[in-house]
């Protein structure tokens, strides 16, 4: 059945038409007769002739952390395979992937800081997740025993007694191994620390035992000095300590925030990245303009400084990262790789060391640089762009000199994280519409896959999203991805999904994602088409992808929930399809695709008819606390109460359409409290609630088999309220 769209006073969604036997019998049936009514019917998810298999999709070996050695044709990258996390490596010319350890099971324990000794020889990781506020280190399966955060090292030829799961140093994290692999510096309860990894027995010494928490641990290119980042909460310096004399210094310490240290390739100076702190700042509302940042370059030989960059009043002023080892690279001619938004979109520059030239621009216009690497000898960098392709990104080759860039992976396809090898081979990971992310080499002008198996067990009959522009209520012109499913709709149309990313800084590609979360929810999607669901991912403001003032759309967030409107175009041009049933659209999302999926439910029940809120905020003034323990509403009461009317709870008593809640009880980014207590007014006012909830698990959910069960449990409930 189709709708038009119509239109009430203030932008709101008119209600229009009446609602589905299915969704009347929502709101006449008790809680009870309901579930057995439509369970009845319809039964929990199973299987359907020609759906794309869930088991498959959301067990596909996700890759992730890419690295290639510095003097050798060497790559090491994490495989994520039904929860079991592994070391995986390849060396040249054959580049041919073989997995290094043999760690087993869904146990949640992630594998992250991979690095690699010069020759590729060694590997260093840490296993486990980052504590909460708590201390606690994520132990998602309750492991009565539990858990740690270690340094491990294994060798790449698989030697040694324990080379099945690496050799353990120890608890730390954060590791930066020496070029030849003897030693490894990390950190371990707030202290900097050194361990030999040739001598298991030996005792980690402790390098510094400071003021503040330290991170980025930068060695010197002749491995003489450390650099790291002293964070002291309104403030941080960078700091370097002589390893032979222990002598330690801090460079040029200001009252601002110092990071991302840099080496210059002979060891004689550092650069970084300087921003002033502004305390008034919070997170979730709009800043277009600030107190501009600069790069600092300081000789260490006598801690003379110089700025070779600041950024200009206006647009650019507030830096913005991409996605890197570091934000700065010092390059070949003594030039320094620095992303900026001075024209509006975060692009790539390059500026003298020496100071006193203007940047010069690497690659620059109206598309967005994500994924950066240096390419070995420093005379270019690697990066991923969606220049000509909006909403997928390729992998270019940008001269230092400015030259101009040219494109390596044209096509239909996705690629990221690019790690250039010494042999002039580039190693990177790869998606596309139908086939989930792998390691994939560029050699001698051809492509192939690191792990020629995995292309076996691609999951087949999987659909090419289409790309899609449609109107917010207020105009603005947003993208989304749209999975249609095989073959012509049924009489009066697909029942319809809206998918919500989280972030929001965050976009939806046409394909599978580079992050681990997106690519299941991206698989997850698939398997709604695969089932009956015409599903439409939406792009909305304050996402990247599209530019600064996209991102720092006015009033989002908390200052006004302006995506919101995104949000109802969504669902108007979806019923408004002749190919969509407009009285059986319902939504879904995570974390801020939570808090948008809640506020659809709240604001427009007669269009969304239920929905899955997965770790979702709803209160702003809390989420806002969370990342700043500080933030008081009471002592910013006009701002706090501009927060509230931004969150679904400011509009509860509307909220009329079923909603299944699921949340890890150890969520270290949206407070499990969100969904207690939305639950309870929700209760409170006679509205269904269902909830599904993971004891001990985090945000990102670790375990393998909860993201099945959430994804189960959500078929499941849209399958007996829409179809």
């Known amino acids: 059945m189709r709708r038009s769209p119509g239109w009430g006073r203030g932008g709101r969604v008119a209600a229009r038409g009446s609602r589905s036997g299915r969704a009347r019998l929502a709101g006449a049936v008790p809680v009870g007769a309901l579930w057995i009514l439509l369970a009845g019917a319809n039964g929990p998810a199973r299987a359907q002739e020609g759906a794309a298999d869930l088991e498959a999709l959301i067990g596909w070996p996700f890759p992730s952390g890419l690295v290639a050695a510095e003097a050798a044709p060497v790559v090491a990258w994490v495989r994520n395979e039904r929860g079991a996390r592994n070391l995986w490596v390849a060396e040249g010319p054959a580049w041919r992937g073989r997995r290094l350890t043999d760690f087993a099971g869904d146990d949640g324990q992630e594998i992250t800081n991979v690095g690699l000794s010069a020759d590729g020889a060694v590997i260093v990781f840490a296993r486990g997740g980052a504590p909460n506020r708590a201390g606690e280190i994520p132990n998602p399966a309750s492991d009565p025993a539990g858990v740690e955060r270690e340094i491990r090292v294994v060798r790449a030829g698989g030697a040694g007694e324990d080379a099945a799961t690496g050799t353990s140093l120890g608890p730390g994290h954060s590791p930066a191994l020496t070029a030849s692999g003897d030693a490894v510096f990390y950190i371990d309860r707030g202290e900097i620390r050194r361990r030999s990894t040739t001598d298991p027995s030996a005792e980690p010494e402790t390098l510094v035992r400071g003021r503040g928490s330290p991170g980025s641990l930068r060695l010197s290119p002749a491995g003489t000095h450390l650099a790291w980042v002293s964070q002291r909460g309104d403030h941080a310096f960078v700091g370097v300590l002589d390893l032979e004399n222990r002598e330690l210094r801090y460079l040029d310490p200001s009252l601002d925030v110092d990071g991302n240290p840099v080496w210059s390739p002979d060891g004689r100076e550092i650069a970084f990245l300087r921003t002033p702190n502004r305390r008034d700042r919070l997170p979730f509302f709009a800043v277009r303009e600030t107190l501009p940042w600069s790069i600092r370059v300081v000789r260490i030989a006598d801690g003379r400084a110089r700025t070779v960059f600041r950024a200009p009043e206006g647009r650019g002023s507030v830096f913005r990262t991409i996605s890197a080892a570091n934000n700065l690279f010092w390059g070949a001619g003594n030039r320094i790789v620095f992303p900026w938004e001075g024209n509006g979109f975060t692009n790539l520059y390059s500026v003298g060391a020496d100071g006193g030239d203007e940047p010069r621009p690497i690659v620059q216009g109206p598309f967005e640089v994500q994924f950066a690497a240096l390419a070995p000898g420093g005379e270019a960098v690697v990066f991923s762009s969606n220049e000509g392709d909006t909403d997928r990104q390729h992998l270019w080759w940008g001269p230092l000199d400015g030259s101009g860039a040219r494109l390596l992976t044209p096509g239909d396809g996705i690629e990221w994280q690019p790690a250039p090898t010494v042999d002039g081979a580039l190693v990177f990971l790869a998606s596309s519409g139908a086939v989930p992310a792998h390691a994939e080499v560029l050699s001698d002008g051809g492509r192939r896959w690191l792990v020629a198996d995995a292309q076996a067990e691609v ?265």
Do not use: K
């Not at 999987?462 to 095989?486: A, Y």
């Not at 999607?525 to 991102?551: C, H, M, P, T």
């Open 459 to 723: 999951p087949g009959e999987l659909v090419e999203p289409r790309p899609v522009v449609f109107p917010s209520t207020d105009g603005m012109s947003i993208h989304g991805q749209l999975f249609l499913p095989t073959g012509p709709p049924p009489p009066g149309g697909w029942p319809g999904l809206l998918f919500l990313h989280g972030g929001s800084r965050r976009q939806m590609l046409l394909g599978f994602h580079h992050r681990g979360y997106y690519h299941n929810a991206y698989a997850f999607n698939q398997r709604l088409a695969s089932r009956g669901y015409a599903v439409l991912s939406v792009n909305y403001r304050s996402g990247i992808g599209y530019g600064l003032d996209f991102r720092e759309a006015l009033h989002y967030g908390a200052d006004g929930a302006s995506e919101v409107g995104d949000v109802l175009g969504a669902g108007i041009y979806l019923a408004s399809r002749d190919d969509v049933d407009g009285d059986r659209i319902g939504l879904w999302g995570g974390s801020y695709g939570g808090y948008l999926t809640a506020h659809g439910l709240a604001q427009a029940s007669h269009l969304f008819r239920a929905g899955v809120d997965v770790h979702g905020v709803h209160d702003w003034n809390a989420a806002i606390r969370n990342f700043v323990p500080s933030y008081d509403p009471a002592a910013r009461p006009e701002l706090a109460r501009r927060a509230f009317e931004s969150s679904p709870m400011a509009h509860i008593d509307r909220w009329r359409s079923p909603v299944l809640l699921i949340h890890g009880d150890d969520d270290r980014n949206v407070p499990f409290s969100e969904s207690v207590e939305l639950a309870e007014a929700l209760r409170a006012r006679g509205v269904h609630v269902e909830h599904l909830v993971f004891p001990d698990e985090v945000h990102g959910f670790l375990l393998h088999r909860n993201w099945m069960a959430a994804f189960s449990a959500a078929e499941d409930f849209f399958d007996r309220f829409l179809r």
